[in-house]
């Protein structure tokens, strides 16, 4: 007859949910409004935080304006950012969810803002003048530049991001 004897480490309670995830951004740094993408799509979170049991995994979804699922949930480990090869409709907003479970299973959630496929280039403007007004041949000053033209546009054939800025040369 042998007499053993053991000690337990304990174990922890945890009954509460980790912290919510903060921020989901669209794309591989800050938040990107517009995809310029049809192939893939990336995204970014912060950490969840679980002072109980920790965070064991995060979970990905993408679901588009239609509520319609086009990635379904998937464990991607203790990552803050993946790129999913997923396929894409030009002109169709998409969202990011993701979910961290702490060691117990209970989870915190975090949604992006969104971002828009835009692959489509806008027109370039139909005219541009030299001067304000019409097309002028010559300038009596030799340090300004002026000139004006129509607006180009982005909605030929789906709504698009729209006109940012003009650069000229």
């Not at 030009?90 to 803002?113: M, R």
């Not at 139909?126 to 300004?144: C, F, I, K, M, Q």
């Amino acid at each position: 007859y042998s007499l053993y004897s053991s000690t337990s480490t304990g174990i922890m309670y945890d009954n509460t949910a980790p912290a919510d995830i903060s921020y989901v951004n669209d794309g591989t740094g800050p938040d990107v409004d517009y995809w310029l993408n049809t192939n893939s799509l990336s995204a970014n979170w912060a950490a969840s935080v679980d002072s109980e049991s920790g965070i064991k995994r995060y979970f990905i979804h993408i679901k588009d304006i239609f509520n319609t699922t086009i990635f379904d949930w998937t464990d991607v480990g203790v990552v803050l950012s993946t790129t999913v090869s997923v396929g894409l409709t030009q002109g169709v907003t998409y969202y990011f969810s993701v979910y961290g479970e702490n060691n117990v299973g209970l989870q915190s959630t975090g949604i992006s803002d969104g971002v828009f496929v835009d692959i489509t280039s806008p027109t370039a403007p139909v005219y541009v003048n030299d001067g304000l007004e019409a097309d002028e041949r010559y300038s009596s000053s030799p340090d300004t530049l002026k000139a004006n033209w129509n607006a180009a546009t982005d909605t030929i054939i789906y709504p698009g991001s729209g006109i940012k800025s003009y650069l000229y040369a």
